[in-house]
């Protein structure tokens, strides 16, 4: 689903930008017509939103980093390319984005997906093919005809797809579906209906709908952002970005909407839309650990910029920052696989790497497409100065400890892990010199070598310390550690008081 636009605001920061685009209706560019073109202001503009008044904390930036070409396109007959979702993985980065193949039935938007070692490409389909398509049109459903603009997290092991998906090009077809995976290419839908549905609080010359979701997983939530044209606090020509949230992946109990006073319960996804973070269409999200803070990727006209939040979306604590790069379509942020930032490992409490991949032409399909890399580094910071925010920050780092042993950061806990392979395979970095805030945090474990272990059919196995069970991951930790795992039911592992879980989680 393609996005334009002429004019947006920044919700929190004097910025007005004027830029070139058409939100259309339903998600692909040969059927659908432009809608919120047009210099004077449409019928239903949104209310003006409130400007926070506290100070907003400058933030330097260094390192501007651009690919030296396209990273990504489809292969076949694939004519356009937008709307990536981007995932740092390990030693991967994954992508998946907006594109149209004709072997993939039915005609209409399809998403790909491909793989490569960094975002600077090249991006190629698993194996070193022609990126595939994962997801395409239901026939039958409510994504009937397109499946577009994806924001893919993992938790738990679970993928959770949320896309934009229409039955065809009619005025306000667009909605958002959800889809699930193991492995982030074989999805499988809970359903045939949306999970979002436009509001209908004001219908404006822009008869998009609802879609361009944007999700990230903090504390047990699940965020997701969106657009929605018929938003009573979208502007003039529907832009807009709007908030749910819930503990429930699938939105359908437990949902909490963001108003102009902060999140209350609503009984259903289609409540009313009374606060927009940022006047813009196709934007992107992110929490920020080292800044303890939420972070809006979206396009104006200097380039991509990134507005910050606070946790509960009260305050912008940080002005904001512009990535320059040329674009014609919106942005997707290099994530982790929650959604979070990544963390720098050359120096994880004083910078963070803010990365977007987007389109930045306009193809002979009239649409988007040349999927390039932009990036920066925010530095100066003083990400670990607070104990608790380090522990965010450090989440998966190892290092040496005072006593030759290893110390590694766990969900918030210090464990202190006396084999270095051991810990090796349990860290997601492992640093060769100690970072000085951990000498100001207390141990909370000690992983010795043949500690007591235990496995259950279809859990896997964990550690019992200090008569905690630490689930662990992978599995083969525990020989390595030299603790034979005791053979338990299911009923006894889970009547273990449980602990953080070893191990790369996601």
Same mark, same amino acid.
């Given at each position: 689903?393609?996005? *334009? ?42 209310? $003006? ?15 501007? *980093? ?14 356009? =390319? ?46 070193? +093919? ?43 077809? =667009? ?61 003039? =020509? ?34 009313? *839309? ?35 939040? =606070? ?69 100066? @910071? ?25 110390? @590694? ?23 060769? $010199? ?24 279809? @859990? ?19 020989? @390595? ?17 449980? +602990? ?7």
């Amino acid at each position: 689903m393609r996005s *334009r636009h002429r004019r947006a605001r920044v919700a929190g920061a004097a910025l007005a930008v004027t830029v070139s685009a058409a939100l259309v209706a339903g998600c692909t560019a040969g059927t659908a017509r432009p809608q919120a073109e047009g210099a004077e202001p449409g019928i239903g503009v949104g209310p $003006e939103q409130p400007v926070p008044t506290e100070e907003q904390v400058p933030l330097q930036a260094d390192r501007y *980093r651009a690919s030296p070409g396209v990273v990504a396109a489809g292969g076949a007959d694939a004519v356009y =390319n937008y709307g990536p979702t981007v995932m740092s993985d390990g030693g991967q980065t994954r992508m998946w984005w907006c594109s149209q193949y004709g072997s993939a039935a039915p005609p209409g938007d399809d998403i790909l997906y491909a793989e490569a070692g960094s975002p600077d490409g090249p991006f190629a389909g698993p194996g070193g +093919g022609i990126p595939e398509a994962v997801l395409s049109g239901n026939p039958g459903a409510f994504d009937g005809v397109h499946t577009c603009d994806p924001s893919v997290i993992r938790v738990d092991g679970t993928y959770y797809m949320y896309y934009t998906g229409a039955a065809g090009s009619h005025a306000l077809g =667009n909605s958002i579906g959800l889809v699930t995976s193991t492995d982030g290419r074989n999805w499988t839908r809970p359903g045939t209906d949306p999970i979002v549905r436009p509001a209908h609080d004001t219908h404006r010359d822009n008869t998009y709908g609802a879609g361009q979701p944007a999700a990230v997983y903090l504390d047990g939530w699940f965020y997701l952002m969106f657009t929605d044209t018929t938003g009573r606090a979208a502007g003039w =020509n529907g832009a807009g970005q709007f908030l749910l949230r819930a503990k429930d992946p699938t939105f359908s109990a437990g949902v909490q909407a963001l108003g102009p006073q902060g999140f209350t319960e609503v009984p259903h996804t289609e409540t009313a *839309r009374t606060n927009s973070l940022v006047d813009a269409f196709s934007a992107d999200l992110m929490w920020v650990d080292a800044l303890d803070a939420f972070a809006i990727a979206h396009q104006t006209d200097k380039g991509t910029t990134i507005t910050f939040w =606070n946790r509960e979306f009260t305050a912008t604590p940080y002005q904001p920052v512009t990535i320059p790069d040329e674009w014609e379509e919106g942005p997707g942020l290099v994530r982790r696989p929650d959604g979070h930032a990544p963390v720098s490992v050359d120096d994880p409490c004083g910078r963070v790497p803010i990365d977007v991949i987007h389109a930045t032409v306009i193809g002979r399909a009239n649409a988007p497409t040349d999927l390039r890399h932009y990036g920066l580094d925010l530095h100066g @910071l003083d990400a670990c100065a607070e104990p608790k925010r380090a522990l965010a920050v450090l989440d998966g780092f190892a290092m040496p400890s005072p006593v030759r042993t290893m110390d @590694l950061v766990t969900d918030g806990k210090v464990v202190r892990v006396d084999r270095r392979s051991v810990a090796e395979q349990l860290a997601g970095v492992v640093l060769d $010199e100690r970072l000085p805030v951990l000498d100001r945090l207390p141990v909370d474990v000690r992983l010795r070598p043949g500690a007591p272990a235990v496995e259950a059919p279809g @859990l896997g196995a964990g550690f019992l310390l200090d008569g905690t069970l630490w689930p662990v991951t992978p599995a083969e930790v525990v020989e @390595l550690n030299g603790s034979p795992a005791e053979p338990v039911s299911r009923a006894e592992w889970e009547a273990y008081p449980a +602990g953080p879980t070893l191990g790369l989680r996601g």
